[in-house]
C-alpha cells in the first residue's frame, strides 16, 4: 500500500499562486496515473487533473489554464502548480493514483493540505 504525503497548502489572496506537492512511498509510484483532486466543505471531493506516467495531462474545466500538474518519478512526487487562484478554488487538496476510465482513487487518502483563497 502507497503512502501519500501532501504539502504546500496555505492561505493564498485572490489572484495569488500556491504549489502543491504530494509525496508517495514505494517504487510502483511511477507506472500509475496519478491525480489531484479537492473537497471543498459541504461538496463533494472532485478530480482536478490527471498525469500519465509519461507526462500527458488533463484538466478539469474550472482549473484549465490556471493550474499546471507535473511529476517527478525519479522522487515518487506529482506537484500541483495553482495559479490566479479563486476564492472558489478553496478546498482539502489531495493527491491518488486515478483509474483512468472511472477516474476514481485506487489507493487510501493521505491527510490532504488545506487551500484557502481569501481577501
Known amino acids: 500500500q502507497v503512502q501519500l504525503v501532501e504539502s504546500g497548502g496555505g492561505l493564498v489572496q485572490p489572484g495569488g499562486s500556491l504549489r502543491l506537492s504530494c509525496a508517495g512511498s514505494g517504487s510502483i509510484f511511477s507506472i500509475y496515473v496519478m491525480g489531484w483532486y479537492r473537497q471543498a466543505p459541504g461538496k463533494q471531493r472532485e478530480w482536478v487533473a490527471v498525469?500519465?506516467?509519461?507526462?500527458?495531462?488533463n484538466y478539469a474545466d474550472s482549473v484549465k489554464g490556471r493550474f499546471t500538474i507535473s511529476r517527478d518519478n525519479a522522487k515518487n512526487t506529482v506537484y500541483l502548480q495553482m495559479n490566479s487562484l479563486k476564492p472558489e478554488d478553496t478546498a482539502v487538496y489531495s493527491c491518488?493514483?486515478?483509474?483512468?476510465?472511472?477516474?476514481?482513487?485506487?489507493?487510501?487518502w493521505g491527510q490532504g493540505t488545506q487551500v484557502t483563497v481569501s481577501s
Open positions: 491518488n493514483a486515478v483509474h483512468v476510465v472511472t477516474m476514481t482513487p485506487l489507493w487510501s
Open positions: 498525469i500519465t506516467s509519461g507526462g500527458s495531462t
